[in-house]
């Protein structure tokens, strides 16, 4: 039993109550970051890690911009140009133009990135890209954890919701001093206070 629950301050949840309340509740919180959050930068960094579903090879598609911040992720099938076209459109009709783009060497992003972000500089290299392989631990510390996802849609949401306050509830910590990251800790506690009361108005 113990296995399947989680112990955080005194108070044991099980992990299905975790994903209930995720399926219930984390649309409207990723909503409501994004919403609010700042401009991102014009500087991106996309990337794709497989992640297997119901023993199918499903795509996470990440993009991270110049501070570290998730844009945004989309759960594909594909690895070729037509999921990465897709991806891109999503990303550029929600932050518009960037004016750098950073990828590994995979082919399928040339094309989509001439045709939709023509006067983006984009640097194909896997040194590069340091900063969003990093983002892609989370996701695999959550399937050592619970588990492997059930179904594509059970990853969106879920990844969806878990990067977005993750923007929020973990500044660059070695930026900070601890005055400001306590205040910075304390301000997204505000803030999901403040989301929380939107869901009851």
Same mark, same amino acid.
């Given at each position: 039993?113990?296995?399947?629950?989680?112990?955080?301050?005194?108070?044991?949840?099980?992990? =299905?109550?975790?994903?209930?309340?995720?399926?219930?509740?984390?649309?409207?919180?990723?909503?409501?970051?994004?919403?609010?959050?700042?401009?991102?930068?014009?500087?991106?960094?996309?990337?794709?890690?497989?992640?297997?579903?119901?023993?199918?090879?499903?795509?996470?598609?990440?993009?991270?911009?110049?501070?570290?911040?998730?844009?945004?992720?989309?759960?594909?099938?594909?690895?070729?140009?037509?999921?990465?076209?897709?991806?891109?459109?999503?990303?550029?009709?929600?932050?518009?133009?960037?004016?750098?783009?950073?990828?590994?060497?995979?082919?399928?992003?040339?094309?989509?990135?001439?045709?939709?972000?023509?006067?983006?500089?984009?640097?194909?290299?896997?040194?590069?890209?340091?900063?969003? =392989?990093?983002?892609?631990?989370?996701?695999?510390?959550?399937?050592?954890?619970?588990?492997?996802?059930?179904?594509?849609?059970?990853?969106?949401?879920?990844?969806?919701?878990?990067?977005?306050?993750?923007?929020?509830?973990?500044?660059?910590?070695?930026?900070?001093?601890?005055?400001?990251?306590?205040?910075?800790?304390?301000?997204?506690?505000?803030?999901?206070?403040?989301?929380?009361?939107?869901?009851?108005?």
């Amino acid at each position: 039993m113990w296995r399947n629950c989680w112990r955080k301050r005194g108070v044991v949840v099980s992990r =299905e109550t975790v994903r209930k309340w995720v399926t219930r509740f984390g649309s409207h919180f990723a909503h409501c970051i994004k919403r609010d959050r700042p401009a991102a930068s014009d500087k991106w960094h996309l990337d794709e890690v497989a992640v297997p579903i119901n023993g199918v090879k499903m795509w996470l598609w990440r993009a991270v911009d110049g501070n570290g911040d998730v844009l945004d992720i989309l759960v594909q099938p594909k690895r070729k140009a037509t999921a990465a076209r897709r991806f891109l459109r999503q990303l550029i009709a929600r932050f518009g133009q960037p004016r750098v783009i950073l990828t590994d060497k995979l082919r399928s992003y040339g094309i989509p990135i001439r045709e939709l972000a023509p006067n983006a500089d984009h640097r194909a290299h896997k040194g590069l890209n340091n900063r969003i =392989e990093g983002s892609h631990r989370p996701t695999r510390k959550r399937e050592k954890l619970v588990g492997r996802f059930k179904s594509p849609g059970q990853a969106q949401g879920f990844l969806s919701a878990h990067d977005q306050s993750t923007v929020i509830f973990r500044p660059r910590r070695y930026r900070l001093s601890t005055i400001s990251y306590r205040h910075a800790r304390s301000d997204a506690f505000d803030l999901w206070r403040s989301y929380a009361l939107e869901m009851t108005a």
